[in-house]
């Protein structure tokens, strides 16, 4: 059973700090949903206001359509998975993933028929008698899934689960946990700061700067068409330039940059409408890498500049070149 998640008007204050500001925000039943932002943008403080570890200072949270105010985390339908994994060391991988059912009453059998079933959920048949410390970092997170999964949870909260892997693990554990999410078919919240698990991963993304939601959308929609300047620089890779509009025709706008024309689509707001812009706007431009290429010459005709080439990183599969001073 899957549940839906909403915040609505939700601030949570520190005395005077606001971690998060007036967060509005529905979470389907079954999505895969992350909130993506750097250190400090408030987003394990909302997973904390759904959790139940922490009250919303304004604003309500339902799950299921049910109010939670009040309501305390061992109450509500939700199962959290910390940054820390806290798994119990002198326990057995069975143990550790049964002890909440242990905590409820259940009994042995049926903790054990439950602990297998999920073993095999995630693809760690025949590890239940082991220990803890004789387990990889991957194998230990995906015994800390199965534990938050034990008592059938309608929503499953993961807060940075996988930072403390390394890369070629972030990324094995990124394809494991989308797929186990789609067997089970229960709600996921991420948090994470590295956009490659929240892209990869979730069926939508909310993007979080300064307690603040700038935008929700598809992976697609905050990567091709991000509604303000941070989801553009900080989803992805972005070449930035100021300009003055010269001439706004069909969502398309002519923009002057340093005494050189360049010509592009005109960004949408959050509610997916045109920003407004207008001849004489001072305004910023956007451009992928993926979208520049390089070729010699010096004339610069529209959506094409002059430049020298400063340095040249050099990359397994690619390799990123930087550009100094547009020679118009």
Known sequence: MSADVELQGVSIAFGDFYAAKNVNVKIEAGEFFSFLGPSGCGKTTLLRAVSGFLEPSEGKV??????????????????????????????????????????????????????????????????????VHELSGGQKQRVAIARALAVEPEVLLLDEPLSALDLKLRQKMRTELRAIQQRVGITFIYITHDQGEALTMSDRVGVMNDGQLEQVGSCYEVYQTPSTPFVATFVGENNAFSGKVEKVS???????????????????????????????DDVMIFVRPESLSLAKGTKAPKNKFSADIETIELFCQAARWHLTEVLV
């Open 62 to 131: 339902l799950i299921g359509g049910q109010n939670m105010s009040g309501i305390g985390p061992n109450k509500r339908p939700t199962s959290l998975i910390f940054q820390n994994l806290a798994l119990f060391p002198l326990m057995s991988v069975a143990d550790n993933i049964a002890f909440s059912l242990e905590v409820r009453g259940v009994s042995k059998q049926a903790r054990r028929k439950r602990a297998d079933e999920l073993l095999d959920l995630v693809a760690l048949n025949g590890q239940g008698d082991k220990k």
């Open 250 to 280: 069909k969502g398309i706008a002519q923009v002057n940059v340093d005494g050189t024309s360049f010509s592009g689509s005109i960004g949408k707001t959050t509610v997916g409408d045109p920003h407004p812009v207008g001849v004489g």
